[in-house]
């Protein structure tokens, strides 16, 4: 039996279990069979992920959920192994040690991870670096451009995966319980929509910044503008932050900083999280990053 059908049985049996009776093998040949695949990698998320926090990672193949407009490609071995050491210790850990239990992630972390080896594009050019549904699920692309070059790249991690991570968290977090009304208020009728890519075309950030984003991408909306701040001012160091806020108008810096006061705020007291706390147990670890074996599965 080759790999797909496994893959497609396994889902249609999960799935669909009352459509797939007729020309479909065994049940049991398949689970017999995926318990045989078990590698040490299914072992570490198995231990540290799926037992600890309820998590599963999807890894090896292009699930049939995925999009398939993108035309995607699998993640390789290494690069998931990789991806998945990172997310445990730059993703997950921190907020454990922050509130102190393993129980803020596997009460509010999606319980679904999927990797994807190639970048997915969208028709207009802009590539997706990830994407959540309804809280139960994110997906990260381009995970094959993980490579040990780029495996210490604090910079290149957060675009590519971190920042995605934490965004898509705290669209969760807010999902679970809503933010002040006041946040939407500060930009009001200054969201774009879906004309965020073209008002600032070319990843505009000092466009966005003096007009009192975070990025091009918060000006879409409050929940994304909400989530971009949060994102940002947890992955960047402060002087990082600084440049990013200053880098529009003056009257830029200043929304932006009141929109983090709101944000701030909200963590504090709904989540009992300090943000700087967490930013500093963050930047901690992004600066050990070279004395971290991404490949141990131990
Ligand atoms: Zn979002």
Known sequence: M??????????LAVGMACSCSEDKLDPESILVDLDIEQNELDNYIQNQFTDDYNISI???FVEPESDYDYNLSPANYESAVRI???????????????????DFIRAYFPKLLNYIGSPAYRNNGTMVLGTAEGGVKITLYALNQLTEERSTNVA???RYYFHTMHHEFAHILHQN?????SFREISGSGYVGDAWNDVYEGDDVAGAAADGFISPYASK???EDFVETYSYYITLTPEQWEVRISSGSEEGMEIIEEKLDIVRTYFETVWNIDLDVLRDE??????????FDQLSLN
């Not at 998945?84 to 210790?89: G, I, S």
């Not at 319980?177 to 009304?181: E, F, H, I, L, M």
């Not at 901690?284 to 004395?291: C, K, S, T, Y």
Request: net charge positive; hydrophobic share 40%; aromatic share 16%.
């Open 2 to 11: 080759n790999f797909f059908n496994k893959i497609s049985i396994l889902f």
């Open 84 to 102: 998945t050491r990172l997310l445990h210790y730059l993703g997950i850990e921190p907020y454990d040690r922050i509130v102190g239990n393993k």
């Open 156 to 158: 290149f991690l957060n």
């Open 177 to 181: 319980k809503d933010y002040p009304a």
């Open 221 to 223: 909306e409050a929940n």
């Open 58 to 60: 999807v890894y090896k």
């Open 282 to 291: 963050i930047l901690r670890r992004q600066e050990a990053l070279p004395e």
